[in-house]
């Protein structure tokens, strides 16, 4: 039995950031994952999706261009058997990256399924090798939740599958309508594909700001996605060619691929938590304090698995703040992000991108009766050459005494990198008179945000 100060369960973000922190402040530090270094987010999540979702915005950019003066030789044509060889070639860059920065750190890698035995041993299924570890940290994700058992949910992918996809299904039915199913049907449908998305709600994004997911629906439709609300997917066959969904109204969907993207749940599933004395949450959670500590004062855990915020920036923080109190005595890092009043700024990579961070107007009318609207809904600069039916939507929620900024909420080209500087201005505490008295940045669409003078709507006068 080797001993070790720290064993970390999970090669995603949250893992590899804890497993390094902690060694750098002098822990021995050993880590199993069972897959690729990296997680989701690297493998197949957010670095993958991404440049996916980059390679689907060529077809608009060269449908623009002609307004812009240019020329094209010839109507350019998208091979996604070329896309996914050079994605496949920099997610392997990626993680030989952080091989390389666990390897430099003094992290030990096993390649293998590590087992809980009890709060302070670890054993690997591989090998048999096992470990006495002081403090034992579970950084193990999240895995795409199955659903209702249908027939013929085997056929269907998640969002693990379609990053091996050989070529570019030409019909896709996706249900679901968060995150995951609307970046894929929108980055499939610019790609040429025909996409219809099947949602059990009437709108897309639950969640989001109303106004935001109306705007952003209608956006996507306006690009020819196909929106079936209310509905459900019954089943799954195989069809003559293809497959078949058929839809709980008894409608009929022909498609080459069925993507399935119902949410995903934190991924501990034969880990020996229970065991080990840690009972699990409703989905399977790993239930910590706001420093990562279970009720087993050995076993932590970080990330998705905690099923708080189910985003890497947060695991990465998490992991970072868990490492530096534990083996650095350091208290310093803030966990903004969780708790009621947790800031948590985040972007659909759809096309046009959304972003958001703080409260949504619904949010902020339970919470405070004053509230102010500022909205604006116009055409950015590179619409009007290229001819494109494509709108920039905004939205600040502001408490009318205070004068806070409660939330941002954006739709359109850039949003992504306009909210993270929302984000700041959010957790600067800024006020709308802040926002009135910093100079705009011209021609720019994020200009807008510092410009809006009248409230659209005011609650509670
Ligand atoms: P989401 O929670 O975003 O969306 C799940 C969707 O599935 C919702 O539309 C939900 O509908 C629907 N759904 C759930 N259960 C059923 C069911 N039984 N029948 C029909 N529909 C159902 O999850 P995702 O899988 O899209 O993504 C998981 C998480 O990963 C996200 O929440 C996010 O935290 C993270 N992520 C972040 C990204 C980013 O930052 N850009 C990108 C991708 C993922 P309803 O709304 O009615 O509940």
Redesign the pocket.
Known sequence: MKDVDLFVIGGGSGGVRAARVAAGHGARVALAESYRLGGTCVIR??VP?KLMVLASRFAQAFDDAAGFGWVLPAAPRFDWAELKRRVDTEVARLEAAYRRTLEDAGVELHADRALIEDPHTVRLMGSGQRFRARHILVATG?T??A??PIPGAELAAS?NEVFQWPTQPRRVVV?????????FACLLRRLGSDVTVV???ER????FDDGLREHLQAQLEAQGVRFLACR??ASIERASEGLAAVLDDGQLLQADAVLR????VPHTAGLGLEAAGVALGPDGGVPVDAGGTTRVPSLHAVG?VTDR????PAAIREGQAWADRVFGGIERTRLSHLGPDGLVP????TTPEVGTVGLTEAQALLRHADIDIYRSDFRPIRATLAGSSERMWMKLVVQRSSGRVLGVHLVGAEAAEMIQLAGVALTLAATKPDLDATLAVHPSAAEELVTMRVPAQQHGL
């Open positions: 999540g957010c999706k999240a795409p939740e659903g209702p969002s249900q679901g309508a968060g995150y995951i199913a609307l970046e949602l059990r709600g897309v994004l639950r969640g459900s997917v993207a119902l949410g995903r998705d915020v189910q985003l890497t985040s972007a659909v990579f």
